[in-house]
Nanobody, 126 residues
């Protein structure tokens, strides 16, 4: 059974940094992604990474956020990360990790994700 659990959210001032993590128990598949949903807005994809470490970013985070992952033989130890730098109040949102076993190419497209975490809240103050 696959379980995704995010951690690392919190409140920081604009210009600061946060690092989110997502523990992916039972998952060792191809595509792992980050989404976010700001208050009153739809959830949208912001970053993805595949098993070959190819990454893709939404323009809103490109150059500021870095996605990475640990691929472990032990399926209980896989992790996804999102390093977020130069944060602005517009980055305030609930952040979700999501994954798909065989999604190639690996883009953060909501309908293509099979597994979801429950999210971690990021709040950026000005």
């Amino acid at each position: 059974q696959v379980q995704l659990v995010e951690a690392g959210g919190g409140s920081v001032q604009a210009g600061g940094s946060l690092r989110l993590s997502c523990k992916a128990s039972g998952f060792n598949g191809y595509c792992m992604t980050w989404f976010r949903q700001a208050p009153g807005q739809r959830r949208g994809g912001i970053a993805s990474i595949d098993s070959d470490v190819a990454t893709h970013y939404d323009d809103s985070v490109k150059g500021r956020f870095i996605v990475s992952r640990d691929n472990a033989r032990d399926k209980s130890k896989n992790k996804l990360y999102l390093q977020m730098n130069s944060l602005t109040p517009e980055d305030t949102a609930m952040y979700y990790c999501a994954a798909a076993e065989y999604n190639d190419p690996c883009f953060s497209i909501e309908l293509e994700m099979e597994y979801w975490g429950k999210g971690t809240l990021v709040t950026i103050s000005s």
